[in-house]
């Protein structure tokens, strides 16, 4: 069964700052790994993910994430952290073998960024 | 932007009573998804479908019975609405455009 595991619930950090968002991930079969970035009071938004071609994947307002097998993991990086990146921000696992399969969560991190 | 529609967007229900949410897509795509989010829970995927009545269930169906008539269309029933689906739901569909898949903007659903 897939799982994924976000490491921090709540992560903060100055504006200009890097930021680090934690993922790792359980997998019988080769994974599609997902970001998505929520808002207050708005659906999910996808940034980024990665589907078996480069393992650096570069998102949606600068961020980018690196798919590491040796360590199961998809961190997700933004070299410098503006105001409005903060939000709630989670990873996601599908499995590649069958289409259409479900996303698995992790719980969330929630981001914030302090001037 | 997905066209995806949810309705209604807030809703306020008492205990006991059936609630159906609705999801509307206009891009026709095959799968549609319908999670709940709790905080420090994530989503969790409570049914799903693959096609006009096709469906299956998710981690956290119980309790919810689901619909789909139209490809466009996909319905979640509370049957007998409890405090403990007080809950955002969210309705998804997977895109064409290789793996991805997007949300509605959610129905606040408050069970009193």
């Known amino acids: 069964a897939q799982s994924v595991t976000q490491l921090g619930s709540h992560v903060s950090v100055s504006e200009g700052a890097l930021v680090l968002l934690r993922c790792n991930y359980s997998?019988?079969?080769?994974?599609?790994l997902f970001w998505y970035v929520q808002y207050p009071n708005q659906g999910l938004q996808l940034l980024l993910k990665?589907?078996?071609?480069?393992?650096l994947v570069k998102g949606i307002n600068g961020f980018e994430a690196e798919f590491k097998k040796s360590e199961t993991s998809f961190h997700l990086t933004k070299p410098s952290a503006h105001m409005s990146d903060a939000a709630e921000y989670f990873c996601?696992?599908?499995?590649?073998?069958?289409?259409?399969?479900?996303?698995?969560f992790g719980k969330g991190t929630t981001l914030s960024v302090s001037s | 932007d997905a066209g995806i529609t949810q309705s209604p967007r807030h809703k306020v229900t008492e205990t006991g009573t059936p609630v159906t949410l609705r999801c509307h897509q206009t891009?026709?795509?095959?799968?549609m998804y319908w999670y709940r989010q709790d905080p420090g829970h994530g989503l969790r995927l409570i049914h799903y479908?693959?096609?006009?009545?096709?469906?299956d269930k998710g981690e956290v169906s119980d309790g919810y019975s689901v619909s789909r008539s139209k490809t466009e269309d996909f319905l979640l029933t509370l049957e007998s609405a409890t405090s403990s689906q007080t809950s955002v739901y969210f309705c998804?569909?997977?895109?064409?455009?290789?793996?991805?898949?997007?949300f509605g903007q959610g129905t606040r659903l408050t069970v009193v």
């Open positions: 997998s019988s079969v080769p994974p599609y």
């Open positions: 998804a569909i997977q895109g064409t455009g290789g793996p991805g898949t997007f």
């Open positions: 990665y589907t078996s071609a480069a393992t």
């Open positions: 891009e026709n795509h095959r799968y």
């Open positions: 479908s693959y096609g006009v009545k096709d469906t």
């Open positions: 996601a696992v599908s499995d590649v073998s069958q289409a259409g399969t479900a996303l698995i």
